[in-house]
Structures are given as C-alpha cells and as structure tokens.
C-alpha cells in the first residue's frame, strides 16, 4: 500500500459546527504532516508529527486541533471556524523525520468549504 | 531557514516542445530539493528529487533536474511536452527540520 487516503474529500461545515478530518497510511511511515492550501497558492505547513508527537506547530490557530492517535492515524479537529479557512487540506508522511529527504507521500485532499 | 523561487508563474509550450520550470533556492544548510506536481482537485506527487550523490536527477514520465550549486538552481526539464504534462509545479527544499517548503508553482500549459 504506498498511499495516503484522506477522507472526506469533500466537507461543507457552518461556523460553529465540529468535524474532523482523517488522514491514514499504512506505508510504515513515522512523519506525518497537515498542509492547507488556497487556490492557486502553494501548500503551508500547519502541523509535524514525528513519531506520533508534535513536532512543528506553524503558530495555527487554535480552532485547529491536530491528533496522532497511533503511527497510521492523523486527524484534524475543525472547530469554531471562519469562512476564510476555506482551502484543500493535505495530509503527507514520509519514511522518517530526518529532514524529509525521501519526499513526501501525499493524499488527495479534502476540499473544505466553511459557510 | 530555507526556501524557493520560482521565476514564472505560468508557462507555455507548444506540444513536442521543450519544457524548462525554474527554480532556485536559498539554504544554509545542503539542501534536499524536490519537484512536485499537481493535478487540478489532487494532491501532490512527487516528480523526482535531489538528495546528495549524482547533481542530474531523473524522474517520473520523462522529467529530470540538475543540481547547481554555484547557480543556488534545481531547474526542471523535459525535451518534449506532452499534453498530459499540464498541471501545476511545485518547487520545494527541506533541510534537515522537517519542513518542506514550496515555491509558489508554475502552471504549465501545453498547446496542441
């Protein structure tokens, strides 16, 4: 299995609803990443985790709530969000936390809408 | 820290014809440099990368890089454009923190 699976892909939340995003690999990877994208912009780091603890917190708010509850496992708690959090959130991991050299394994996405 | 320029933001080749993304960077410390590509609604694959070793790098679907140290470059090529080529480039370095960052992206448009 060398894949990220993301799910939902798609998700349309109100301001203050709660929903999760989930992330899993079962590639035996020890990173695990969260990036968001706007459209037509590159991909921002939001949160590092190696080897199930957070290891880079790019000073994102904290209606963001990053979770790790095992070395597949990956989500992303949305809560008490704004209509500008509207964005694709990836999800990657890679092989180690040694600067990333073997790249990143990317998901597919989910495409979040906040109304 | 680090991080990539990219000079363009749109490209457009003809069909059959070269493909030159650029892409430079800036490290204080020896770079990994990356080439990712993305699909309209997809995640992002990774194209090829630079590690230590061999400055020309091969990777997916026909493309390559070459690693210049002396030029701070990772430029991107391929000798003839697909249709399939088009999409979104990503230029992207990490050191050695665990934070790759991107470039801003070139869209790459081919021409029938």
């Known amino acids: 299995d060398t894949e990220v699976t993301q799910t939902p892909k798609h998700l349309v939340m109100g301001m203050t609803n709660k929903k999760s995003l989930k992330c899993e690999q079962h590639?035996?990877?020890?990173?695990m990443y969260w990036y968001k994208q706007k459209a037509k912009k590159p991909p921002e780091l939001m949160f590092v985790y190696s080897y199930e603890k957070l290891s880079i917190n790019e000073s994102v708010p904290s209606r963001f709530s990053p979770e790790c509850p095992n070395s597949s496992l990956l989500n992303l708690h949305l809560h008490a969000l704004q209509p500008e959090d509207s964005a694709l959130y990836l999800c990657?991991?890679?092989?180690?936390?040694?600067?990333?050299?073997?790249?990143?394994?990317f998901g597919s996405g989910t495409r979040l809408t906040v109304v | 820290a680090q991080s990539v320029t990219q000079l363009g933001s749109h490209v457009s080749v003809s069909e059959g014809a070269l493909v030159l993304l650029r892409c430079n960077y800036s490290s204080s410390v020896p770079p990994y440099l990356f080439w990712y590509v993305q699909y309209p609604n997809q995640g992002l694959q990774l194209l090829l990368k630079?590690?230590?070793?061999?400055?020309l790098v091969k990777g997916i679907n026909g493309f390559e890089a070459e690693f210049k140290k002396s030029e701070t470059s990772f430029h991107l090529t391929k000798p003839s454009a697909h249709m399939s080529d088009a999409a979104e480039y990503f230029c992207?370095?990490?050191?050695?923190?665990?934070?790759?960052?991107f470039g801003a992206g070139t869209r790459l448009t081919v021409k029938p």
């Open positions: 992207a370095v990490s050191a050695r923190n665990n934070d790759m960052r």
């Open positions: 990657a991991s890679s092989q180690d936390n040694v600067g990333g050299n073997y790249g990143y394994t």
């Open positions: 630079y590690t230590t070793g061999a400055t």
């Open positions: 590639m035996g990877h020890r990173a």
